[in-house]
């Protein structure tokens, strides 16, 4: 079956530094990717997606590019702020049943310190 | 801009009771999804939709119904909670298409003692 694997957090960085996020799966057929962003008390908002290989997904600074030969798709930003304190998650969209249907890994939870 | 809309946003129930929750979405969307979540475990979807008056089983159906009437709502019931449902559960709905991007609302956190 599917499944996404995401880098265990929860994971401190001082403003300004450099963020990655590593994101891994397993799929069969040509899945699309998608970073998801949870702020606090908040549902979850799509940050950034790539539907195909080598495609890159950009969004408020944040990259990530759907890299089929390493089966990975990494989310990185160059400076973080504190407000991009949230919880991450990496996820893949695959046809299941008579929908397209999303799997998602485990979240990885980011404080940004000032 | 309403987008999806979820009711009630907290509960406590005791074991044994019953509750549903209910999902609204004014984007026209036929997809809807009710998922939990739970720590260290993501979102696991629960059931869906493909439109009004469909539904069908996710990942996690058990101990869960759901109906969906109307288009625009989609309703998550619980017959006789159990501890083991405590979580915080998300409602999503998309429109079909390889793209599936699915619009969150902000959740229902859900305690069963």
């Known amino acids: 079956g599917n499944s996404v694997t995401q880098m265990e957090g929860p994971v401190t960085l001082s403003e300004e530094a450099f963020l990655t996020i590593n994101c891994t799966y397993t799929?069969?057929?040509?899945?699309?990717l998608f970073w998801y962003v949870q702020y606090p008390g908040e549902g979850l908002q799509l940050l950034l997606k790539?539907?195909?290989?080598?495609d890159k997904g950009s969004n408020k600074g944040f990259e990530a590019t759907y890299r089929k030969e390493t089966t990975s798709f990494h989310l990185e930003k160059g400076s973080v702020q504190v407000s991009d304190s949230a919880v991450y998650f990496c996820?893949?969209?695959?046809?299941?049943?008579?929908?397209?249907?999303?799997?998602f890994g485990s979240g990885t939870q980011l404080t940004v310190l000032p | 801009n309403a987008g999806v809309t979820q009711t009630p946003k907290f509960r406590v129930l005791k074991t044994g009771q019953s509750m549903t929750l209910l999902c609204a979405q004014d984007?026209?969307?036929?997809?809807m999804y009710w998922y939990r979540q739970d720590p260290g475990m993501g979102l696991r979807l629960i059931h869906y939709?493909?439109?009004?008056?469909?539904?069908a089983k996710g990942e996690v159906p058990d101990g869960y119904n759901v109906s969906r009437l109307k288009k625009q709502n989609f309703l998550l019931g619980l017959e006789s909670a159990a501890p083991s449902q405590t979580s915080v559960y998300f409602c999503?709905?998309?429109?079909?298409?390889?793209?599936?991007?699915?619009?969150f609302g902000a959740g229902t956190r859900l305690s069963v003692l």
């Open positions: 996820a893949l969209s695959s046809l299941g049943g008579s929908a397209r249907q999303l799997t």
């Open positions: 939709s493909v439109g009004e008056g469909t539904t």
């Open positions: 984007m026209n969307h036929e997809y």
């Open positions: 999503a709905s998309g429109t079909s298409g390889v793209k599936n991007i699915q619009y």
């Open positions: 799929a069969t057929g040509y899945p699309s």
């Open positions: 790539a539907t195909k290989a080598d």
